[in-house]
């Protein structure tokens, strides 16, 4: 399973930014797929995810600002950020769990930067 993260980049404050992640492979279904972050100094921090089903959740701080979002028919799972702030900063990084005959994976991209600065 391969994870490839595009979309990363610098924006002003209060700009957009939308992140995605296509998983790719064969011989498995995904189930859940999410988006962590790693601001410098930092620990790595769950920012959203969303199961197969479509149920999302997010860290507080995104809540009304980021909308995770999935197409099943191209494994990719999309990071739409608005109203981005200094402190979302960070290194993100696509994750997913996978179903491979009776076994779960959780796998991780590559990551990718955003920076928010003016």
């Known amino acids: 399973v391969q994870l490839q993260a595009f979309g990363g980049g610098l924006v002003q404050p209060g700009g957009s930014l939308r992140l995605s992640c296509a998983a790719s492979?064969?011989?498995?279904?995904?189930?859940?797929m999410g988006w962590y972050r790693q601001a410098p100094g930092k620990q790595r921090e769950l920012v959203a995810r969303?199961?197969?089903?479509?149920?999302?959740n997010y860290a507080d701080s995104v809540k009304g600002r980021f909308t995770i979002s999935r197409d099943n028919a191209k494994n990719t799972v999309y990071l739409q950020m608005n109203s981005l702030k200094p402190e979302d900063t960070a290194v993100y990084y696509c994750?997913?769990?996978?179903?491979?005959?009776?076994?779960?994976?959780?796998?991780w991209g590559q990551g990718t930067l955003v920076t928010v600065s003016s």
């Open positions: 994750n997913t769990d996978i179903v491979r005959a009776i076994y779960r994976e959780n796998y």
């Open positions: 492979g064969s011989g498995f279904s995904i189930d859940a």
């Open positions: 969303i199961t197969s089903g479509g149920r999302t």
